[in-house]
């Protein structure tokens, strides 16, 4: 029974670090979308416009850094990442309007 219950665990914890990889990278790509932007003078030409870049990206920043912890913790804990992730990083042409309407 404690076989099991252990195999069990173990899959648990696989589960949620394939979990967590996925959102440590949905939150990359969201990052690294805002900080293109944030960084392309055609995006964020304007002082306000530029503002509401800076924000968004200190806050998706923030985001990403909280699921890179949650990741890293749970990898600890188990000692391995698990193969099973589904979300792959954008290109980079991807990644700003203003790039997809130039190239």
């Not at 404690?2 to 990052?31: C, I, M, P």
């Not at 392309?40 to 503002?51: G, L, M, V, Y």
Request: charged content about 30%; proline content about 3%.
């Amino acid at each position: 029974m404690n076989e099991g219950r252990a195999r069990s665990d173990r899959q648990a914890l696989e589960a949620r670090t394939v979990a967590a990889h996925d959102a440590y990278l949905a939150a990359l790509n969201v990052w690294t979308i805002v900080r293109r932007r944030y960084e392309c003078s055609r995006c964020s030409h304007t002082a306000e416009t530029r503002a509401r870049l800076a924000e968004a990206d200190e806050t998706a920043q923030v985001e990403k850094e909280r699921c890179r912890n949650t990741l890293r913790d749970l990898m600890d804990e188990l000692g391995y990442l698990p193969p099973g992730a589904s979300v792959r990083l954008l290109p980079e042409s991807e990644s700003c309007n203003c790039r997809r309407s130039f190239h």
